[in-house]
């Protein structure tokens, strides 16, 4: 490597610390676990390229020959293995679709241990076979974030264009480590460039989803002096949204959920904690739909004391037996809210939750709200406070008396039995 490709390189590096360190103020001023994952995925991202890159043998060159080689094996395949983990969670694949939680899960089980398979093939072997397990990572988790944009995620694309251009910065710095011939000095700056743009787009996603989690986590229990309705995109916006999400799911075959959620004692509130208080609850009853959700799933404020939320994808029907109780249980709970006076008291919201399964021969938009304020409005009578549509009776039943199908491991069933 000579200085040229050396300040190309340290360039490369240099944005990449540079993103790393803006996510270590950002945890400083609001340290959460998934700031610190964010973190240490950029000194992971920026430990790859110094090793595999040569910068690290040109900066330390009294290093083992075969130490480096081996650190340059294994950082492809570790680095894989810590983005699909990582990436399961940020599209919350284990909710949304079983294909995508299985596949990310495998490969980042898989990728470290096919790289201690790599340590042990001949000399020659070990540096072609730790790049195509990596790529073969990589390529997963591009293909699986392409799915989850085409599933309406409106961050994936970014981060499917992180992990595209991953692809080829992790198969040009292998050709590098091999000290494949050819390489010349624009080749190394489009490798470069690629690492880079890569790390800072999927910074920016990983970003932007944390603020989104930060806010809804924060709001329930700060007071905001803005009107109730003006923190949620009202029903123009909910019609227009499923409307695509309605055309999405024809075309991958998807099914999906849409929830209602009424408030029933709003005039009772009023009366005890004022307009200020009313406008508090709202506020605290959509971060907590938002928080059960997730942040990959729009909530509206249909009208005053009505809200809505698009579920685009599930993992199967019987999800939404979870889903529902979910949701419901997290509204049900105690609120503080604040008094016309200045003083904070304890409400607790007399909701109902309507589920409406939505697959792809679902009706029209009209028809699938009101059926889902049906449900909502019914499930006031309910235990559980949560109704859906019986698939086998046409009769509407609490969700978790609902013939859906089996349950799918034990936190459907746990959160059955908690009702």
């Known amino acids: 490597m000579n200085a040229q490709e050396l300040a190309v390189w340290s360039m490369a590096l240099g ?82 679709d079983l294909l995508m939680s299985v596949g990310l899960r495998a490969a980042g089980l898989l990728s470290p241990l096919a790289a201690v398979g790599c340590l042990a093939m001949p000399a020659a072997f070990r540096l072609p076979a730790a790049a195509a397990v990596s790529l073969f990572g990589g390529v997963l988790a591009a293909w699986f974030t392409v799915r989850a944009a085409l599933m309406g995620d409106r961050l994936a694309p970014v981060m499917a264009a992180g992990c595209l251009l991953t692809l080829p910065a992790i198969a040009g710095m292998y050709a590098l480590a091999m000290r494949v011939p050819g390489i010349g000095l624009g080749l190394h700056a489009a490798l470069a460039l690629c690492a880079a743009a890569s790390n800072a787009l999927t910074g920016f996603a990983l970003w932007r989803r944390d603020r989104h989690q930060w806010r809804t986590r924060c709001e329930e229990s700060m007071p905001s002096p803005l009107d109730a309705v003006t923190k949620l995109h009202g029903g123009a916006s909910l019609v227009h949204k499923l409307i695509k999400a309605q055309r999405r799911r024809g075309r991958t075959g998807r099914d999906g959920a849409l929830l209602a959620v009424l408030v029933f ?42 809200f809505v939320s698009l579920v685009e994808s599930i993992q ?104």
């Open 15 to 96: 944005a990449i610390a540079v993103v790393a360190l803006a996510r270590l103020a950002d945890l400083a001023a609001r340290p959460t676990v998934s700031q610190s994952q964010c973190v240490g995925y950029h000194a992971t991202v920026f430990m790859l390229v110094l090793i595999l890159s040569g910068v690290a043998a040109q900066l330390w060159p009294a290093l083992d020959r075969k130490l480096m080689q081996a650190a340059q094996v294994l950082a492809g395949p570790v680095c894989i293995s810590i983005s699909s983990f990582w990436i399961r969670g940020w599209l919350g694949a284990a909710q949304r």
């Open 265 to 306: 004692d709003v005039d009772r509130i009023a009366a005890l904690a004022g307009t200020a208080g009313v406008n508090e609850m709202f506020i605290c009853i959509a971060t907590r739909i938002q928080r059960q959700v997730g942040v990959v799933n729009p909530v509206w404020r249909y009208y005053e004391p009505c």
């Open 316 to 419: 199967s029907p019987s999800w939404l037996r979870t889903l529902g109780l979910r949701v419901a249980t997290g509204l049900r709970r105690p609120m503080q809210v604040t008094t016309a006076s200045g003083e904070r008291m304890e409400i607790k919201a007399d909701v109902g939750v309507g589920v409406v399964h939505l697959s792809r021969g679902t009706g029209a938009v009209e028809d699938i709200l009101h059926e889902a304020q049906q449900m909502a409005q019914a499930a006031r009578e309910m235990r559980s406070r949560a109704a859906i549509l019986d698939p086998a009776t046409g009769r509407i039943l609490p969700v978790e008396q609902a013939d859906l199908g089996p349950r799918r491991g034990s936190r459907a069933r746990l959160a059955a039995d908690a009702h």
